[in-house]
């Protein structure tokens, strides 16, 4: 599917159904397609992007002085089409969340936020504001300070309303929202008779930081700086993501070398990540040698970043224009033989994993979602791959220097644990494979086109595929080139709600090892 026969699908499914669109503009937010519609015909238009068979992947609300415009963006076979509205302020934006299950988490946080109200939206709890600020304030909006100024601390969010059931043996389970790890706090609420779970409700949104407010204001520099923080495991995806809508939205190109860079760190990202998952979903059954090995790798591969990059995490690597710290030509041999020495290691124990019977009896069949509930969600990454969903940006929406290279996909449809740590395994191989193309490709030349500050308002869409999968982010810049509205989509928004799904039926131990499957950011999330 086209650019113009995804747009075309759209076109022919409202023509179905009645509805009008404005002329589409393909130049705004490339390389999507900005679609107008009247606020009227919101929902009718997300029913028609679904009958076309295109996946809803964010919302994001940007506030004006007589209202609001909203934005939706939908892809279909790596093509993106933006639908974009206006709303005034006493009008009421239809709701796509009866439509697109993904859309439920997004409205509620553009409600809390903002105050746009969703017609015939089916869930009005507050997702994201908690209590931390009255009904009648809104802290994304212009007026409202970033903090509440007459409160010290946020009242105890005791009075969410969970689901609930009767009858002889169900019990209610709750867990979080502080944990007995080191991880980040997200409440848990379990319903279950004895082990077995019937269901399953989460409530995030407890490290909300207020990074859409914060970019307010900022220059390109501090923005790219701020996106690095959104969600500390992703730091290059996410600066990658803001700096490439930075540099769409003022034309601003990264010379070769800097956009080979950027991929070396994201594939090193996506490596760490990965290794230290499959260690952790093997402890979490039991499995501590495993862990000890893939641990020790994680390590190891840190210890190198921290030599090459200065940092651990490569954080503050990916600025606009380009990075920030070029690799010395006498490393790329030694980065090489790491390279390899590191893809035999992980075979190696791979290997000794799938020999393991009883490590293969508690992982498959677990927590399994199927490519049907995986396709309602929209979910993406490995939770997706591993459930029939092979989309991966770098091979389906290619950006530079990806459009370069031959990208694999790995997917299964068994949708379980085991296919989840699978995908990890099989995508660790494939970054090693392209990180050694990287580096033995890498350009000459800057690494750094100087940043130009627009002599007019713009904005700009980033795309990229971290490890967790598709980030997107919006930028838009006032007439002095600081930052107007900031909004950075992680993978998480759409690969939690999968987490609910999947522990239907299974029983309460193995929580700890289908969230480390799905592993969403909390902090990305809860911005």
């Given amino acids: 599917m086209s650019r113009s026969s995804a747009l075309q699908s759209l076109l022919e499914a409202c023509a179905l159904i009645g509805v009008q669109t404005g002329p589409p503009d393909p130049r705004s937010l ?49 093509q993106y089409l933006v639908l974009r509205t206006l709303v005034a302020l006493d009008q009421a934006l239809p709701s796509h969340a009866g439509i697109h299950a993904a859309a439920d988490r997004p409205e509620r946080h553009a409600h809390d936020l903002l105050g746009i109200i969703f017609a015939n939206a089916p869930d009005g709890r507050r997702w994201t504001r908690h209590q931390a600020w009255p009904e009648t304030r809104f802290p994304l909006l212009p007026e409202h300070p970033l903090r509440p100024e007459d409160q010290a601390a946020s009242v105890a969010d005791s009075s969410y309303v969970f689901a609930a059931a009767q009858g002889a043996g169900v019990v209610e389970i709750p867990v979080g929202p502080i944990h007995a790890g080191i991880i980040e706090p997200g409440h848990f609420r379990f319903l279950a008779v004895g082990e077995t779970v019937l269901n399953l409700e989460q409530h995030l949104g407890y490290v909300h930081k207020g990074i859409e407010k914060l970019a307010v204001g900022r220059n390109a520099d501090g923005l790219a700086r701020l996106a690095a923080r959104v969600s500390g495991d992703s730091t290059v995806a996410h600066s990658w993501a803001a700096c490439q809508a930075l540099e769409r939205a003022t034309g601003i190109e990264p010379p070769p070398r800097a956009l080979w860079l950027r991929a070396i760190l994201a594939e090193r990202e996506r490596i760490a990540n990965h290794i230290g998952d499959i260690g952790a979903i093997c402890n979490d059954v039991g499995f501590s040698f495993a862990q000890y090995q893939f641990s020790r790798l994680r390590e190891q591969l840190a210890r190198d970043n921290l030599d090459a990059f200065g940092h651990r995490l490569m954080m503050d690597q990916v600025v606009p224009g380009g990075v920030t710290r070029d690799i010395d030509p006498d490393r790329i041999v030694p980065m090489i033989a790491q390279a390899d020495a590191l893809a035999r290691e992980v075979r190696q124990l791979i290997a000794l ?43 389906d929406a290619p950006y530079p220097p990806y459009d370069q290279f031959e990208v694999t996909v790995p997917s299964y449809r068994a949708g379980d644990v085991a296919a989840r740590a699978r995908i990890r395994a099989e995508e660790i191989d494939v ?97």
């Fill in 30 to 78: 490339v390389p999507a397609t900005v679609v107008p519609v009247e606020a009227g015909d919101w929902a009718r238009v997300a029913e028609a992007a679904k009958s076309a068979g295109l996946r809803w992947s964010a919302l994001w609300v940007d506030p004006l002085e007589a209202g609001f415009e909203a934005f939706c963006l939908l892809e279909g076979d790596g």
């Fill in 353 to 395: 994993l799938e020999d393991s019977e009883s490590l293969e009896d508690r992982l498959m069949a677990t927590g399994r979602l199927t490519p049907e509930q995986a396709l309602m969600l929209g979910v993406v990454g490995y939770v997706g791959r591993a459930s029939g969903l092979a989309f991966d940006l770098r091979r």
């Fill in 431 to 527: 970054s090693l494979r392209l990180l050694l193309k990287l580096l033995q490709s890498l350009p000459t030349g800057p690494i750094r086109t100087p940043w130009s500050t627009p002599a007019r308002p713009a904005e700009g869409l980033g795309m990229i595929d971290g490890w967790r999968g598709e980030i997107i982010t919006y930028v838009r810049l006032d007439d002095q080139g600081r930052v107007a509205r900031f909004f950075p989509r992680d993978p998480s928004w759409l690969n939690w709600p999968a987490l609910e799904l999947m522990m239907q039926g299974n029983i309460v131990p193995d929580f700890p090892v289908c969230n480390k499957s799905v592993n969403g950011s909390y902090s990305g999330h809860d911005l």
